[in-house]
C-alpha cells in the first residue's frame, strides 16, 4: 500500500513536471518530484523508496522514449533505469543528512532550522545526484560533453528548488494531520506557499507562450525568407528558358554545336538547371526524317522513343504529331532523353498544351526525370518558341528540385528545418515536389513549431511548410520562461521563510506562555492543594479545641473562667474566619470561586448572627441595634447561605473591630415586587471612620489603612475585598460612607429568590437516633460523640470509609437500625466520598440513608462534588452546634 501511495505520487507529480521541461527536453527548470520524494521518505521512511524508484523509472521512459512502447523503452534503454537509481539516492541521501542532524519533524519555528534543512536536504543531495544524472545523460548520448556542466547545473537547481518549495509545505500538512501544527498556521504557511507557486507557475507559463511566439515569428522570418530565395532561384531558372526560347527564335540554321555552345554558357549561370534542350512539335510526316537527323547528331540515338509503363525507353507508336528532345544539353547524364516524345506523357502535355494555347512559360507538375533512374523528381520548365524558318517548339529547362532547393537548406539551414514542397495545384502525395532528409525524432517538442508559405509559378502556387528542429528552437530560445520561474521560485522560498519565521516566533512565544500558564497553574494547583491541606489540618484541631470549649462551657464554671472560655473560642473563630477568607481568595484566583444555591431559612440565619454578635459586642460596651423588616419566620430563600453568612460577618466584624464607643446598626429589610425580591442592608457604626481618598482601596484584597509597626487594628484586609467579589456574583452591589471619626455606613443590595409555600414542618423534638459517626480525628470523635450523647444519640463510630461499609454490613443483622451517616471526607484507607458511593449502590435499606458530609473542605465547589456523589447535606468544621441539630432534624424528623 505505501509504494503504491508513493509511486502514483511520484508519477503524477513527474508527469505534471515534465509539462515545465525546457525545449531540449532533458532539463526541467524546477523538479517537485524531488521534493515530493523526500517528504515521503521522511513520513513513511525507507520503505517507501521501492515505489519512489518505479514512479521514476516508468515517467522517465515515456519521456525520454515517447515514440516507443513502455515495455519496449523501460528495458531496452539503461537511461530510466539509472535516472530512477538517481532519485532514491537523491532521497535517501536527504533523509540520512535531515536524521544526523536531528531536523526530522521538525517544526521550523526558527531560521537557522529552516536553513539547516535547506542545506542538507536540499542543496548536499541535490548537487550529488545532479552530478550522477548528468553522467548518465551523457551516457545515454542525451547531451553531449560540451553541455555536460550545463546539464548538472540546471539539474542541480531544479532538485533543490523542488526540495525547498514542496518538501517544507508537505512537512507541514503531515504536522497538521497528526495534530502537531496549529490550524491558523498551516492555513498561513499552506496559502502563501501555494499562492506564491501559482503565481510563480502563471508567470512561467506566460512567458513560455511569449517565448513560443518569438520562436514561431522568428520561424515564419526565415521561412519566408527561404521562400523568397526558392522563388528567386525559380524566376532566374525561367529566365535562362526565357532567354534560349530567344536564341532558337533567332537562329538560321541551328545545329547541334550552336546549341551546345550557346547552352554551355546559359547552364553555367545556374546551379538548379540541369539541363537544357530544344523540343520541336512536327507532325507524322516529317518523323523520318527527323529521327534520321537524331541519327546523324547522336549516333546512339533509337529515334523517337516513349516511356512504357513500366519505365522500359521504346520506340514511339505511331501518332498524328509529336513533341520531341531534338537537342540537349549537356549530353553526359541525359542520353536516355534524346528523342524522348515529351508529348507522350500526361503530365508534360498539359503544361506544353497551356504553354501553347496561352503563349507562356509553363512548369509542369513533379515528374519522374527521364535521366535518373533512381526516384528523383524534378519539373520541366517550357518555353513556346516560333523560329524564323516558322518551326514550333518549345525551349525546355529540366529542373532537378533537390538541386533548386538544396543548396538554401545548406549551412544551419540544414539543421533547423524539416522542409517539404509540394504543387498546390495537384492532390495527395503524388505532388509533393520535395521533402529534406530530416529525421521526426528532431522535431521540436508535440511538433508545435510550423510555418508554411507560398512560391508564386507560372503555372500556380506552391506551397512550402517549415518545421522547426530541436537545434533551431534551442538556437533560439533564450530561456526567459527559465529565469522568470527560477526566480519567482527563489522568491517562493524567500516568502516560505518569512512566512516559517514569523508563524515560528508566534508559535515559539505561545508555547512560552503555555508553558509557563502550565507552570503557574501546576503552581496553583499544589498552592491550592496545600490550602486545602493545610486548613484541613487546621479545621480539625481548632474544631476538635471550639467542640471541646462548647462542652465546657456547658460544666460548672466561675466568671474568671468562662471570661478565658470565650476569649479563647473568640480568637478560635476568628482563626477559622482567616482560613475561610484565604481559602475563598484562592478560589476567586483560579476561578473557582462560584454561588451554589440551595433553600435554607433566612430568618433563622439572621437570628443566629444576631446570638452570636450581641454578646460580643455589649462586652466592648457598645450597643447594636438589630432590625429585620419583612422577613419572618417562615422566609425560605434559595441561594448561597454560606457566602450569605460571610458577607454579614465581615461587615459585622469590621464593624466591632473599628469602634470603640457609641453603637452598632444592623438593619436589614426584604422587599418584593413584580419582577424580583431584593435584600437590602445596612450595616453602621460610630467608629474612627475613613477618609475620602482611602475608600477605593478597602475593596483591593490585602489592604489595610494602617501599616506601620504601631498599627492599632490588626486584620488580613480580605473582608471587604471578598465581599464585593460575592456580591458580585449575586448581581448586588455595595456603597460605602464614612467620615473621620464619625462613622462608616455600608449599604448591601443584591436579589433573592423567595421559595413559595414551603413545605416546612413544625419544630418538634428529634427522637433517639442511631448514628453513624464516620471520623477518623481522636479529639474530633470524642467532641461529636458528646456532643451527641448530650442529645440522647446512640453512636456507632468508625475510623474510615471502610470501616464504615463494614459497620453498616454488621448492622444489617442487627435489631437497632442506623438511621443517619455523619461522614468525614479526608480519611485514611478510604474516603468518604468513595463510601458515599458505595453506600449508595446497595440493594438493600441502608442505600437510601442520610449523609451528612461533617468536613473542614467545605468550599462551594466541593459541597457540590459531595452532593453529586450521593450525600445529602453538609456542615463545616468548625461544627456550629445548632447547624448540625438543624440538619441532622431535616433529613430524619418525619412530617
Not at 516566533?505 to 491550592?528: G, H
Not at 460610630?686 to 490585602?702: A, C, D, N, R, V
Request: net charge neutral; hydrophobic share 40%; aromatic share 10%.
Amino acid at each position: 500500500m505505501i509504494n503504491t501511495f508513493t509511486f502514483f505520487s511520484y508519477f503524477l507529480f513527474a508527469y505534471f513536471s515534465f509539462s515545465l521541461s525546457s525545449y531540449d527536453q532533458v532539463n526541467v527548470p524546477i523538479w517537485p518530484p524531488a521534493g515530493i520524494s523526500l517528504s515521503l521518505v521522511l513520513i513513511l521512511g525507507r520503505k517507501s523508496l521501492p515505489g519512489i524508484f518505479l514512479g521514476s523509472w516508468i515517467s522517465n521512459s515515456l519521456f525520454f522514449y515517447p515514440t516507443e512502447t513502455l515495455l519496449f523503452s523501460t528495458f531496452q534503454h539503461s537511461l530510466p533505469f539509472l535516472l530512477g537509481i538517481n532519485n532514491v539516492i537523491l532521497s535517501y541521501l536527504g533523509r540520512h543528512f535531515i536524521f544526523k542532524f536531528s531536523l526530522v519533524n521538525s517544526e521550523f519555528l526558527l531560521p537557522s532550522e529552516i536553513l539547516k534543512f535547506l542545506l542538507y536536504g536540499g542543496v548536499l543531495p541535490s548537487l550529488f545526484a545532479s552530478i550522477l544524472a548528468g553522467l548518465s545523460l551523457f551516457h545515454s548520448d542525451k547531451i553531449s560533453l560540451d553541455s555536460l556542466t550545463n546539464t548538472i547545473f540546471s539539474w542541480w537547481i531544479s532538485d533543490f528548488l523542488g526540495i525547498a518549495l514542496f518538501s517544507p509545505l508537505i512537512n507541514v500538512i503531515w504536522n497538521r494531520l497528526v495534530k502537531r501544527e496549529s490550524n491558523m498556521r498551516f492555513l498561513l504557511i499552506s496559502i502563501g506557499i501555494l499562492s506564491s507557486i501559482l503565481i510563480a507557475i502563471v508567470f512561467y507559463v506566460l512567458a513560455k507562450k511569449w517565448e513560443d511566439k518569438y520562436i514561431q515569428t522568428k520561424l515564419n522570418s526565415s521561412g519566408e525568407i527561404i521562400a523568397k530565395t526558392i522563388e528567386g532561384n525559380l524566376k532566374e531558372n525561367i529566365r535562362v528558358v526565357k532567354f534560349l526560347g530567344i536564341f532558337l527564335s533567332n537562329s538560321e540554321n541551328l545545329t547541334k554545336e550552336k546549341f551546345d555552345n550557346y547552352s554551355k554558357s546559359a547552364i553555367s549561370q545556374s546551379d538548379s538547371v540541369i539541363a537544357l534542350s530544344w523540343n520541336p512539335h512536327i507532325s507524322h510526316s516529317v518523323r523520318q526524317r527527323e529521327e534520321k537527323e537524331l541519327s546523324i547528331n547522336y549516333p546512339n540515338s533509337k529515334g523517337i522513343m516513349n516511356r512504357s509503363s513500366s519505365g522500359e525507353v521504346i520506340p514511339a507508336e505511331r501518332d498524328n504529331e509529336y513533341i520531341f528532345v531534338k537537342f540537349i544539353y549537356p549530353i553526359e547524364g541525359n542520353q536516355n532523353a534524346i528523342g524522348f516524345n515529351v508529348y507522350s506523357n500526361q503530365i508534360r502535355r498539359i503544361a506544353l498544351l497551356n504553354a501553347e494555347n496561352f503563349h507562356r512559360t509553363e512548369i509542369t507538375g513533379r515528374i519522374r526525370l527521364i535521366q535518373e533512374k533512381d526516384d528523383n523528381f524534378g519539373i520541366l520548365v517550357f518555353h513556346p518558341v516560333l523560329t524564323n524558318l516558322g518551326e514550333k517548339g518549345f525551349s525546355t529547362a529540366i529542373i532537378r528540385m533537390p538541386s533548386l532547393i538544396q543548396p538554401v537548406m545548406n549551412g544551419e539551414n540544414q539543421d533547423f528545418y524539416c522542409l517539404r514542397v509540394w504543387d498546390h495545384t495537384g492532390n495527395g502525395e503524388d505532388n509533393l515536389l520535395f521533402q529534406s532528409t530530416c529525421d521526426k525524432s528532431n522535431y521540436s517538442s508535440s511538433n508545435q513549431f510550423v510555418s508554411t508559405g507560398k512560391i508564386i509559378t507560372p503555372s500556380g502556387e506552391w506551397l512550402i511548410e517549415f518545421r522547426a528542429t530541436k537545434k533551431f528552437v534551442i538556437h533560439n530560445f533564450n530561456h526567459t520562461s527559465n529565469i522568470i520561474l527560477i526566480i519567482t521560485s527563489l522568491f517562493t522560498i524567500i516568502l516560505e521563510i518569512l512566512i516559517f519565521v514569523i508563524t515560528g516566533r508566534e508559535k515559539l512565544i505561545q508555547q512560552i506562555v503555555d508553558k509557563k500558564t502550565e507552570e503557574l497553574q501546576k503552581a496553583n494547583r499544589i498552592k491550592s492543594e496545600f490550602l486545602a491541606n493545610i486548613t484541613h489540618e487546621l479545621r480539625t484541631p481548632i474544631n476538635g479545641a471550639l467542640g471541646m470549649i462548647s462542652l465546657l462551657q456547658q460544666t460548672p464554671l466561675n466568671s474568671e473562667q468562662i471570661e478565658y472560655l470565650e476569649n479563647t473560642n473568640t480568637s478560635l473563630q476568628s482563626l477559622s474566619l482567616l482560613m475561610n477568607d484565604i481559602i475563598d481568595v484562592s478560589d476567586l484566583e483560579a476561578n473557582r470561586f462560584q454561588i451554589t444555591e440551595y433553600t435554607f431559612n433566612f430568618y433563622d440565619l439572621l437570628i443566629n448572627l444576631q446570638k452570636n454578635y450581641h454578646q460580643k459586642i455589649s462586652r466592648k460596651g457598645l450597643e447594636f441595634d438589630f432590625l429585620m423588616t419583612g422577613i419572618s419566620e417562615t422566609c425560605i430563600l434559595n441561594s448561597d447561605k454560606s457566602k450569605i453568612k460571610q458577607m454579614f460577618t465581615h461587615l459585622i466584624e469590621n464593624a466591632i473591630k473599628f469602634t470603640e464607643s457609641g453603637s452598632i446598626k444592623f438593619h436589614i429589610s426584604l422587599t418584593t415586587n413584580d419582577s424580583e425580591s431584593l435584600i437590602h442592608s445596612i450595616i453602621e457604626d460610630t467608629g474612627i471612620g475613613i477618609e475620602e481618598s482611602q475608600k477605593e482601596k478597602l475593596f483591593q484584597k490585602f489592604i489595610q489603612l494602617d501599616i506601620s509597626r504601631t498599627k492599632k487594628y490588626f486584620g488580613s484586609g480580605l473582608g471587604l475585598y471578598i465581599t464585593r467579589e460575592i456580591l458580585n456574583l449575586l448581581n448586588g452591589k455595595i456603597t460605602l460612607e464614612s467620615e473621620i471619626h464619625r462613622g462608616t455606613k455600608i449599604n448591601l443590595t443584591f436579589p433573592v429568590k423567595i421559595v413559595e409555600n414551603p413545605n416546612i414542618s413544625p419544630k418538634e423534638e428529634m427522637n433517639s437516633l442511631n448514628i453513624l459517626v464516620v471520623e477518623d480525628n481522636l479529639m474530633n470523635q470524642k467532641f461529636i460523640i458528646r456532643l451527641l450523647e448530650k442529645r440522647g444519640h446512640k453512636i456507632i463510630l468508625a475510623s474510615n470509609g471502610k470501616e464504615a461499609i463494614e459497620k453498616l454490613d454488621r448492622n444489617q443483622k442487627e435489631k437497632d437500625k442506623i438511621q443517619l451517616i455523619l461522614m468525614d471526607i479526608q480519611m485514611p484507607e478510604m474516603d468518604g466520598l468513595t463510601a458515599s458511593i458505595h453506600i449508595r449502590k446497595r440493594i438493600d435499606s441502608y442505600s437510601k440513608l442520610p449523609i451528612i458530609a461533617v468536613t473542614a473542605n467545605s468550599t462551594s465547589e466541593q459541597i457540590n462534588e459531595y452532593l453529586n456523589a450521593g450525600m445529602d447535606d453538609c456542615v463545616p468544621k468548625p461544627i456550629n452546634k445548632q447547624e448540625l441539630f438543624n440538619k441532622i432534624s431535616k433529613h430524619t424528623v418525619r412530617k
